[in-house]
């Protein structure tokens, strides 16, 4: 247990329509990052937040958002769902950022149908 | 451009043989960090080893072990007398200066079978 907490597990949805992630990161760590992982790209990178800032973008569309909070969790939005965005979420933690390791939640299914 | 090679996309193995898994990695930074997760069946991914790149001392970690050659830009991985559990998905990670919050570039990830 990474004590990186997700929720939902698996979550089918249809297409157009929007959908949130949760995350709560590890107890003291203040970076949290949120990743893709899908058969055709792989496991990509898709934002990062510190302490309720965001701090790095990668290859996020915009149809997705998200935000961190003051007690620290994360949530993941993701609008106008694609068949295309079916694919595992995972949210990882890490103490601060650069250099750290990072701790990764289960992950959410998300299947757009 | 992918920054990190994983060009083994299946190793099968029996069990108590040795597994060496190959990562080469690309960047211009001088200070960066290297990572292995695991993935097993159920999906989770969970941190193995982390090395920066001013540490080119090579470990063993009880049946793991890393090589790692910034002359070759490599990062490999040895699982010594592989185990039924050692199924599933490595993948490296590069971590570079330049993206100063830390983001994961991962490789494309070797899958590892070990059978009884």
């Known amino acids: 247990d990474s004590g990186v907490t997700q929720t939902p597990k698996h979550l089918i949805t249809a297409t157009g329509q929007r959908v949130t992630l949760r995350c709560s990161p590890r107890?003291?760590?203040?970076?949290v990052y949120w990743y893709q992982q899908s058969l055709d790209q792989g496991l990509q990178f898709l934002i990062q937040y510190y302490n309720g800032e965001e701090r790095a973008k990668g290859n996020i569309l915009e149809r997705f958002s998200a935000q961190q909070f003051p007690d620290l969790h994360s949530e993941l939005n993701l609008s106008s769902l694609e068949l295309g965005d079916s694919a595992l979420y995972f949210c990882?933690?890490?103490?601060?950022?650069?250099?750290?390791?990072?701790?990764f939640g289960p992950g959410t299914r998300l299947t757009v149908t | 451009a992918q920054k990190v090679t994983q060009a083994q996309t299946e190793i099968s193995v029996v069990e108590k043989e040795d597994v060496t898994l190959d990562c080469v990695y690309e960047?211009?930074?001088?200070?960066?960090?290297l990572f292995w997760y695991k993935q097993p069946p159920s999906g989770e991914l969970v941190f193995l080893i982390r090395r920066n790149s001013f540490d080119e001392q090579n470990e063993i970690s009880g049946r793991y072990s890393w090589n790692f050659q910034k002359s070759t830009s490599s990062f490999n991985f040895t699982i010594t007398a592989s185990q039924v559990v050692d199924s599933a998905v490595y993948f490296c990670a590069l971590s570079e200066t330049t993206d100063s919050w830390g983001k994961l570039q991962f490789g494309a990830g070797t899958q590892v079978v070990v059978t009884p």
């Open positions: 107890s003291g760590d203040l970076s």
């Open positions: 960047t211009r930074d001088t200070t960066y960090y």
């Open positions: 990882a933690s890490s103490v601060r950022g650069l250099g750290n390791e990072q701790y």
